[in-house]
């Protein structure tokens, strides 16, 4: 089966300010916050939703399309992604604007403070899966991903209407969308991701009940840091998975990111959502070790090592196979 991940594509500035953020705070100011942070060091790396999990999904032995917008400063990064098996032949390149950017700053409590800049993104809505298809064969599942909100709106109708199961994961842009949006691109998913806060904001952008997001999707992962994943689906009881603990904390960018590609990889491979949510937070676990969003190394043994120790022999072997592609 072919994935097709769309969404956003960018490189990541990543600080780090040996401080907390909320020290610096006053309650009773947040209406005029001016305020600098004196970070201690700068990584910039290969980023971006869409291309994170396509590079996750790569790591274990898919071969997924990305689909995005870039600027012609992307030539490098479009190397790399190559070079590690991901399909880039539907990235759009534009004439005009740069690849998108991110730029965040961490504390010591791992609280973020990012930007992003769009720039080639808000060229994305150009882009159809119909001519993605075209090229790269049949679609077993469509990623929408954080993207351009127009582009987001169409890729989901698109997939409506040529029939092809899509992922819902509107992410960092909830912000951005409004109710009937946020209706429009859960509607009929097959996946919706959220993380904690995000479930919440989605459930009052929507104006839907728990119960009736599940309704309206046939899975839906809420991710929640350290404290595991809850996969729900309608009529079933809530199935929860524990996260994979790490004596290592590096960048907490891209975790979330890693846990769709690990999820996916395995529902991909017809394992139950157990199995995929263990999977998703084992490959967590490897990225929260590493600063930077994709230059991680990862291999089977190392995972079922994971596996194992958290989740017990039975759920390493029933990944075993599915690893060793």
Known sequence: MRIAVTGSIATDHLMTYPGRFADQLIADRLDRVSLSFLADDLEVRYGGVAANIALGLSRLGLSPVLV????????????????????????QVSDALHTARFVCTTDLDLNQIATFYAGAMAEAGRITLA???????ELGLAVVAPNDPQAMLSLTAECRRLGIPFAADPSQQLARLDGPQTRHLVE?????FTNEYEAALLQERTGW????????????????????????????PWLHVDAVPTDVVADPTGVGDAFRAGFLAAVVRGLPYLDAGRLGSALAAVVLQT?????????????????????????ALALTPHLAR
């Open 291 to 315: 600063v930077g969003t994709q230059t991680y190394e990862v291999t089977s043994a190392d995972l079922l090592l994971s596996l194992e120790r958290v989740y017990g022999a039975d759920a």
């Open 131 to 137: 001519s993605v298809r075209e090229r790269a064969g």
């Open 188 to 192: 009929g998913s097959r996946f919706l």
């Open 68 to 91: 995005g917008a870039v600027g012609k400063d992307f030539a490098e990064y479009g190397a790399w992604l190559r070079d590690n098996g991901v399909d880039t032949g539907s990235v």
């Open 209 to 236: 009940t728990r119960e009736q997001v599940l309704d309206r999707t046939g899975a839906w992962i809420v991710t929640r840091g350290a404290a595991g994943a809850d996969i729900g689906r309608t009529g079933e």
